[in-house]
């Protein structure tokens, strides 16, 4: 046990002011803020993408939804770690500097908000019409329709988006370690791999998977309980349901 605290991989992870803790503060911190911003942009675009279309709640001029899906498109078929570059000068810009956890979270914006709004597009598009026609036979305005059914009716898809948005993200700080960000994924990288320090490396993966383990679960588990499709009751029902079949099965010849 002495000669593990020893060892320089393990004093270096144990480090309080560059050790695993302060990497997995920086990673959550350049996450939780990316997250925050690219849902910022990402959510009125995904929700304008079909609200403004042909048919939709709030129709847009076809050009102008054109060049929306244009730059969608394009943003999100440039790699991060190329995109990233591409940003460095809008880093500079902005922060003063292309290095580090703070200027990473701009490409890391860049980058995620494109993907939200994609799926927050797929997950409004999950809505009933019905619902939606319903609202506009009562004189419910655009705005409305949009706060009060849209996003509500599809809140559980929307918060499993999130979770993958989240931890999409978090893989692309993990990555953006390669090129000066901060985080577990420079600790991995420019520590366990470049220097040839494999404990942090193995540790630093691990703590990655173990964050994308725990996020996951939770982002399953509220979207589950905001589904009323998935009530204790229709759960209970769905058994009931699959146990009678089952029984009905084992009676016939040649069944299980």
Known sequence: MHELLNNPEVQRLLAPDTGLLFAVWETMYMTVVSTLFAYVI?????VLM??????GVMPLPRPVMTVLNFIINILRSVPFLILMVLVIPLSRLIIGTSI????TIIPLIVAAFPFVARLVEASIREVDKGVVEAAQSMGCSPFQIISKVMIPESRPSLISGFTTAFITILSYGAMAGAIGGGGLGSMALMLGYQRRMYIIMYVSVLVLVILVQIFQSIGTHLAVRMDKRLTKESRGAGRRSAKQKVKSEKRIPGAM
Do not use: Y
């Open 50 to 55: 079909v609200a403004g279309e042909e048919g």
């Open 42 to 46: 990402g959510l009125p675009l995904g």
């Open 100 to 103: 580090g956890t703070v200027a």
